[in-house]
């Protein structure tokens, strides 16, 4: 099992940066595929990127594409969600959550392919 703890939100002007943190406890981090997710009021919640196991693969929803990046630190048991040129439509609260799967595939843009959830972060984007 892994708990997953975000943290990094805040409030950003339109256009501003913030990088988002996902730590795990647990010695088994680096055998998970790592995703974040976000959800805003009265949505869905939905898939904005994903790290294979090593970091050398990665997904991106594509209204993210070119803003967000995504990398993963396997001995800090830390994945990184660095968020450029950030846009009012881009608030929302921010999940990272743990996959077992041992290939990613596209189904990593699936929130139920995911076993453990943290509790979120909160992003706002002001315009």
């Known amino acids: 099992q892994v708990q997953l703890v975000e943290s990094g939100g805040g409030l950003v002007q339109a256009g501003g940066s913030l990088r988002l943190s996902c730590v795990a406890s647990?010695?088994?981090?680096?055998?998970?595929?790592i995703g974040w997710f976000r959800q805003a009021p009265g949505k869905e919640r939905e898939f904005v990127a994903a790290?294979?196991?090593?970091?050398?693969?990665?997904y991106f929803a594509d209204s993210v594409k070119g803003r967000f990046t995504i990398s993963r630190d396997n001995a800090k048991n830390t994945v990184f969600l660095q968020m450029n040129s950030l846009k009012p439509e881009d608030t929302a609260v921010y999940y990272c959550?743990?996959?077992?799967?041992?290939?990613?595939?596209?189904?990593?843009?699936?929130?139920?392919?995911?076993?453990?959830w943290g509790q979120g972060t909160q992003v706002t984007v002001s315009s």
């Open positions: 647990g010695r088994t981090f680096s055998m998970y595929i």
């Open positions: 959550a743990a996959d077992r799967s041992a290939t990613m595939t596209m189904r990593v843009m699936t929130k139920d392919e995911y076993d453990y």
């Open positions: 790290t294979s196991r090593t970091g050398s693969g990665t």
